[in-house]
């Protein structure tokens, strides 16, 4: 399943093609079964509260899925008093899954095609449909709805949304009740957001200590290794109910509401970007690259979601007035380890790279190009 996943996330196969090999392995399984495992899956929080307000308001709601069978897509339909629901279909002989699975939506555009017949049995056109998205194989729907909102997207949908949420999802009602502005509000930054870059932030006492210390680059990546290889098995336990103190605690309490029920690997991530700078840098160069990325990207994230009121045209996730915090405290942060014209020169390639939408993990990349941007500037 993992591997069907993998080939699919990276563009290898269709998701017709991908899902065919999932459910292949679910063949056997009563259709009890997975229903069971199915109700295990928890609501985000303030799922329900969202769709009675919709309800409320006098919109019309469907649950389009690729992934989930008709009938538990129902459920939830039902569960949520949402208007449609659409999902697979699941072959079955004898109270058993076969392993087999049909239906439009796991076609290339089929789930376009029925929120298609879903807006013309409504008698509503383009500018009266909003939509709630993730991931790219929702985008053939775009061209339905006047308003794509992604939620916690990936890099394609980020791209093509009028509007990112990323946070708490009560969020996706205010561009909806605003559908005629495409400008996003601030917002109040939470205790958990305030966590979360708290510590993203504590990573700039890694150069601190590098400098001062003069602890061996080798020392330290070996030290945030094991403080890696340690979180990894911390959440290997958070996700199978055993809570490690401190470390599960820790990650409850700072991760957004989606990740808490998954392996959350933003800090697996962290701990590579810090590694990948400590090893292929300099001394000078990979502790300004890390102050960068410490600082930089972590303040531009609170500062934006503070006082950000301007989206980049390529990238609604991204506050502009958050960026240029963050290219301002990148500077500093990096000019306590290199010159000048380095470290004005690594802020911005840094920054830039926060800003785009890619496939990959800026705690990755940022320490990456704005290192190797400082090693080109004299």
Same mark, same amino acid.
């Given at each position: 399943?993992?591997?069907?996943?993998?080939?699919?996330?990276?563009?290898?196969?269709?998701?017709?093609?991908?899902?065919?090999?999932?459910?292949?392995?679910?063949?056997?399984?009563?259709?009890?079964?997975?229903?069971?495992?199915?109700?295990?899956?928890?609501?985000?929080?303030?799922?329900?509260?969202?769709?009675?307000?919709?309800?409320?308001?006098?919109?019309?709601?469907?649950?389009?899925?690729?992934?989930?069978?008709?009938?538990?897509?129902?459920?939830?339909?039902?569960?949520?008093?949402?208007?449609?629901?659409?999902?697979?279909?699941?072959?079955?002989?004898?109270?058993?899954?076969?392993?087999?699975?049909?239906?439009?939506?796991?076609?290339?555009?089929?789930?376009?095609?029925?929120?298609?017949?879903?807006?013309?049995?409504?008698?509503?056109?383009?500018?009266?449909?909003?939509?709630?998205?993730?991931?790219?194989?929702?985008?053939?729907?775009?061209?339905?709805?006047?308003?794509?909102?992604?939620?916690?997207?990936?890099?394609?949908?980020?791209?093509?949304?009028?509007?990112?949420?990323?946070?708490?999802?009560?969020?996706?009602?205010?561009?909806?009740?605003?559908?005629?502005?495409?400008?996003?509000?601030?917002?109040?930054?939470?205790?958990?957001?305030?966590?979360?870059?708290?510590?993203?932030?504590? #990573? +700039?006492?890694? =150069? *601190?200590? $590098?400098?001062?210390?003069?602890?061996?680059?080798?020392?330290?990546?070996?030290?945030? /290794? @094991?403080?890696?290889?340690?979180?990894?098995?911390?959440?290997?336990?958070?996700?199978? #109910? +055993?809570?490690? =103190? *401190?470390? $599960?605690?820790?990650?409850?309490?700072?991760?957004?509401?989606?990740?808490?029920?998954? /392996? @959350?690997?933003?800090?697996?991530?962290?701990?590579?970007?810090?590694?990948?700078?400590?090893?292929?840098?300099?001394?000078?160069? $990979?502790?300004?690259?890390?102050?960068?990325?410490?600082?930089?990207?972590?303040?531009?994230?609170?500062?934006?979601?503070?006082?950000?009121?301007?989206?980049?045209?390529?990238?609604?996730?991204?506050?502009?007035?958050?960026?240029?915090?963050?290219?301002?405290?990148?500077?500093?942060?990096?000019?306590?380890?290199?010159?000048?014209?380095?470290?004005?020169?690594?802020?911005?390639?840094?920054?830039?790279?926060?800003?785009?939408?890619?496939?990959?993990?800026?705690?990755?990349?940022?320490?990456?190009?704005?290192?190797?941007?400082?090693?080109?500037?004299?």
């Amino acid at each position: 399943m993992l591997w069907a996943g993998f080939l699919y996330e990276t563009g290898l196969i269709p998701l017709e093609s991908a899902l065919k090999k999932i459910f292949k392995q679910l063949r056997g399984l009563t259709v009890e079964d997975t229903f069971q495992l199915y109700k295990k899956v928890p609501l985000i929080p303030h799922v329900k509260e969202v769709f009675e307000k919709l309800k409320n308001a006098g919109y019309k709601t469907a649950l389009i899925s690729s992934g989930l069978p008709q009938q538990f897509v129902q459920h939830l339909a039902n569960k949520l008093d949402a208007d449609y629901a659409a999902g697979l279909n699941l072959e079955v002989d004898e109270g058993r899954l076969t392993g087999q699975i049909s239906g439009d939506v796991i076609h290339s555009g089929g789930k376009a095609l029925v929120l298609e017949k879903i807006v013309q049995k409504e008698g509503l056109t383009s500018k009266q449909c909003a939509l709630v998205a993730d991931d790219r194989n929702n985008i053939p729907m775009f061209k339905f709805c006047n308003l794509k909102i992604g939620y916690n997207p990936d890099f394609l949908v980020s791209a093509k949304s009028d509007v990112v949420v990323k946070g708490d999802f009560d969020e996706v009602l205010s561009p909806i009740e605003n559908t005629a502005s495409r400008k996003q509000d601030a917002y109040s930054v939470s205790k958990r957001e305030l966590i979360r870059e708290t510590i993203h932030m504590s #990573g +700039f006492l890694v =150069p *601190i200590v $590098s400098a001062h210390l003069t602890l061996s680059h080798t020392l330290i990546t070996f030290l945030i /290794f @094991v403080a890696t290889l340690v979180y990894v098995m911390s959440e290997l336990a958070r996700i199978h #109910g +055993f809570n490690i =103190p *401190i470390t $599960s605690t820790v990650t409850w309490n700072a991760a957004i509401m989606p990740e808490v029920y998954e /392996f @959350v690997t933003s800090p697996v991530f962290f701990g590579v970007g810090i590694m990948l700078a400590l090893l292929v840098f300099p001394a000078s160069i $990979s502790n300004a690259a890390i102050a960068i990325f410490t600082l930089g990207d972590s303040l531009a994230t609170l500062l934006g979601r503070k006082f950000g009121k301007h989206v980049f045209p390529y990238n609604k996730g991204k506050k502009v007035e958050g960026t240029l915090f963050g290219f301002l405290f990148a500077c500093i942060g990096s000019s306590l380890f290199v010159n000048p014209s380095k470290a004005l020169a690594g802020a911005a390639a840094g920054m830039l790279m926060e800003t785009l939408p890619t496939p990959l993990n800026d705690n990755v990349t940022i320490p990456l190009i704005s290192g190797m941007t400082m090693l080109i500037v004299p």
